[in-house]
């Protein structure tokens, strides 16, 4: 799989889920710290280029996914596919 980008604040528990769920799977994932960098929902809207009203927002690659529920289950098919 392709580098995650996870867009988030180490207070947000959906957050931590989705950087949880990097590790334990074995994925490539880059951390960005919102509070550390000094990021806003702005910021970030402006780099994925829509609207940004939760966090945390992540991406495969260049592919926006969503958010942590949405995460979750594109690994879920991406382990399905690779099954087959």
Do not use: N
């Not at 949880?20 to 919102?34: F, I, N, Q, S, T």
């Not at 966090?55 to 969503?66: E, K, N, S």
């Amino acid at each position: 799989m392709e580098q995650v980008t996870i867009y988030g604040r180490t207070s947000c528990g959906f957050c931590l889920r989705a950087k949880g769920l990097c590790e334990a799977k074995g994925l490539p994932y880059k951390w960005v710290d919102m509070m550390s960098e000094g990021l806003s929902k702005a910021d970030i809207s402006d780099r994925i280029g829509r609207p940004v009203h939760t966090v945390p927002q992540i991406l495969v690659g260049d592919r926006y996914i969503g958010g942590c529920d949405e995460f979750f289950a594109f690994v879920r098919h991406q382990e399905a596919e690779t099954a087959r």
